[in-house]
C-alpha cells in the first residue's frame, strides 16, 4: 500500500512540475515581447485597415508599440499558441476583423489630432515598457485564462495612453 502511495505521490509531482515547465515555457515569448518593447528602431507599425480611404497602409513608430500589442493580444485570446502570434495578426489583418489599429496613443487632447496620432517619444516607449513589466510581475504567476481575467480587470495600459 505504501508503494502505492509513493507511485502515486511520484505522478502527481511529475505533473505539477511539467505543467510548470510548460507554462514557463510558453511565457518565455510573452517576457521576451515585454523586454523588448523599448527597443530603439523606428519602424512601420500597427495595421492599418483596408478599407479605409488612406494612402497609408501603416503607421510609423517604435516597434515596442508592436511588441506590446502581441502582449495584449495574447493575454486577451488564451486559446491560441504564442507562437504562432505574428501569423495569426497578418490573417485578422487581412479578414479586417482586429478591433484597433495597435497603435499606442497619447489621450492628452493636444497630442491626438483629427484621428491621426502623434509619435510616441522613446522615453514614453520606456514608461510604457515599465508599467508592462509591473503588470506581468503581479500576474505571471496565473494560468491564461485567469491573466485574461486579471487583464479585464486591470488592462495593462492605462491613461494617458490608450489603443487606437
Known amino acids: 500500500m505504501e508503494m502505492k502511495n509513493n507511485v ?7 505533473l505539477i512540475i511539467s ?17 523588448s ?3 530603439d528602431t ?4 500597427g495595421y492599418h485597415p483596408k478599407n479605409e480611404s488612406s494612402s497609408l497602409n501603416q503607421y ?3 516597434k515596442g508599440v508592436d511588441y506590446a500589442y502581441y502582449v495584449d493580444y495574447l493575454i486577451q485570446h488564451p486559446d491560441i499558441e504564442i507562437d504562432s502570434i ?16 495597435g497603435i499606442i496613443i497619447h489621450t492628452e487632447p493636444h497630442r491626438v489630432k483629427d484621428l491621426d496620432y502623434d509619435t510616441l517619444t522613446y522615453n514614453e516607449i520606456k514608461e ?3 508599467t508592462y513589466s509591473e503588470w506581468w510581475g ?12 486579471a487583464y479585464k480587470e486591470n488592462p495593462i495600459l492605462q491613461d494617458p495612453y490608450q489603443w487606437w
Request: net charge positive.
Open 86 to 101: 505574428k501569423s495569426l495578426l497578418s490573417k485578422e489583418y487581412e479578414s479586417q476583423t482586429l478591433q484597433c489599429t
Open 60 to 62: 510609423i513608430g517604435y
Open 37 to 39: 518593447i523599448d527597443i
Open 19 to 35: 505543467c510548470s515547465v510548460q507554462n514557463n515555457k510558453e511565457y518565455e515569448k510573452i517576457e521576451y515581447y515585454i523586454d
Open 138 to 149: 503581479k500576474n505571471k504567476h496565473l494560468s491564461r485564462k485567469e491573466l485574461l481575467h
Open 8 to 14: 502515486f505521490l511520484l505522478i502527481f509531482i511529475f
Open 128 to 130: 510604457i515598457k515599465r
Open 42 to 45: 523606428i519602424t512601420f507599425i
